[in-house]
């Protein structure tokens, strides 16, 4: 039996559209768009510049519309937001977020930084509410912030680095206390080495294995949980399975044989693994905090400010309300404020802080510049063509 009208499921995408000269423009794409698998009906607006598509969830997506009419030569009106994301324990966690960030509607693109703790989206404009991603990716286990929701808590980058810093503290004694808790265990394994037969009695293993396994290790199993919860798996799920194995077999032994089950116990194996692996953690999150602290210290050299030269007037504006195209104004000594195309004047630039050349490089009209270099002797004009999370050293 055929579909009714009603029983067919249909989804609404108004965009808009750039790159249209002309109505032949508008009446081309619309073509491409009746063409592609699953669109229902297709109108294109040349004086609104806007396309007004309805499709089959069921077959196709706003994200496939969306490549369709950029195949057929045009750009679709886009939008992009970057939230702080808290919570991942390794690159595979900054993976399944962007994974799962790019299957949500209306996301063409996404990039999560596990080093800087941030995700940057590109979604099809009105199409993709951010706070609905931010949930989205709360929902499996991690944090999201908005950096705008800081405007009333100004030093909510220094609240971030203390977190950090008492995090990294807490990782710390917790690693000490479970190699203390695991050396008598090892060292059995030690003795035997040497050839002395030497073993724990096995409520002592017990005694010392069991803090290290559901305390110490606690973070294992709820970040497995997470993983799971989530339809994935990750080396958290690994460490809790192959640890809890060893575990409860150990305890099993113990329960069933008594004394007797002396030397045939694997509490050291698990309390060893759970060691080893905070102990690469911990490693990982130094040489982390290092790399993000290096980051941000790149970050701040940018200038704040920057004079734009609008209507005949030059004008000292925020570096964050700069746009493609504005003409910046750099007088000699200063930094480059954004990434642009030297317009006029003549000088010569300092860019160590991104290629680490110490030798000043000549620049002529015509010539990139980038954001954060140190002008010379020179005045100025710069096009400027990469502004705030597209310049380089956004990125």
């Known amino acids: 039996m055929s579909p009714t009208a009603a029983d067919i499921r249909v989804d609404h995408l108004l965009t808009p559209v750039t790159g249209m000269t002309c109505s032949a423009c508008a009446a081309r794409l619309e073509k491409a768009l009746l063409r592609a698998n699953g669109v229902q009906s297709a109108t294109v607006n040349f004086a609104t510049e806007q396309a007004d598509v309805v499709y089959d969830p069921d077959i196709t997506d706003a994200t496939a519309v969306a490549g369709t009419i950029e195949r057929a030569g045009f750009g679709v009106g886009e939008t992009s937001f970057t939230f702080d994301v808290g919570g991942m324990t390794c690159s595979a966690c900054a993976a399944r977020i962007e994974k799962m960030l790019r299957r949500q ?46 405007a ?9 680095r203390e977190q950090e810093a008492r995090a990294l503290r807490r990782d710390r004694y917790a690693l000490i206390a ?18 002395i037969e030497f073993h724990l009695q096995p409520w002592v293993e017990l005694a010392l294995a069991t803090p290290v ?31 809890t194995t060893a575990y409860l077999y150990s305890l099993y032994l113990l329960i069933t044989l008594g004394d007797a089950a002396t030397g045939q116990l694997y509490f050291e194996a698990s309390a060893v693994i759970i060691t080893l692996v905070m102990l690469g953690k911990y490693m990982e999150a130094r040489a ?93 004009k710069i096009a400027a063509t990469a502004v705030g999370e597209d310049s380089t050293l956004a990125k």
């Open 288 to 380: 982390k905090r290092g790399t993000t602290a290096a980051i941000r210290q790149l970050m701040d050299l940018r200038p704040k400010t920057a004079r734009v030269e609008r209507d005949g007037s030059i004008d000292e504006v925020p570096v964050a309300q700069v746009r493609a195209g504005d003409l910046v104004v750099v007088r000699p000594g200063e930094s480059i404020p954004v990434d642009g195309t030297l317009t006029e004047g003549a000088s010569e630039v300092d860019e160590s802080l991104i290629t680490g050349e110490s030798i000043p490089v000549d620049k002529r009209v015509g010539d990139r510049l980038t954001g954060g270099s140190i002008n010379g002797t020179g005045l100025m």
């Open 152 to 160: 009333a808590h100004p030093d909510h980058e220094a609240q971030h």
């Open 178 to 195: 479970s190699a203390l808790l695991t050396l008598p265990l090892v060292a059995q394994m030690a003795a035997m080495v040497v050839g």
């Open 105 to 150: 509607p209306g996301v063409l693109e996404a990039n999560v930084n596990f080093a800087l703790e941030r995700a940057d989206v590109r979604a099809i404009a009105g199409q993709t509410d951010p706070q609905a991603l931010a949930s989205t990716v709360e929902a499996t286990g991690f944090t999201a912030h908005f950096p705008q929701d800081d």
């Open 213 to 243: 396994q559901f305390v110490i290790g606690s973070r294992f199993y709820r970040a497995a949980w997470k993983a799971l919860r989530a339809g994935s798996g990750n080396m958290d799920v690994l460490v809790a399975m192959g640890t």
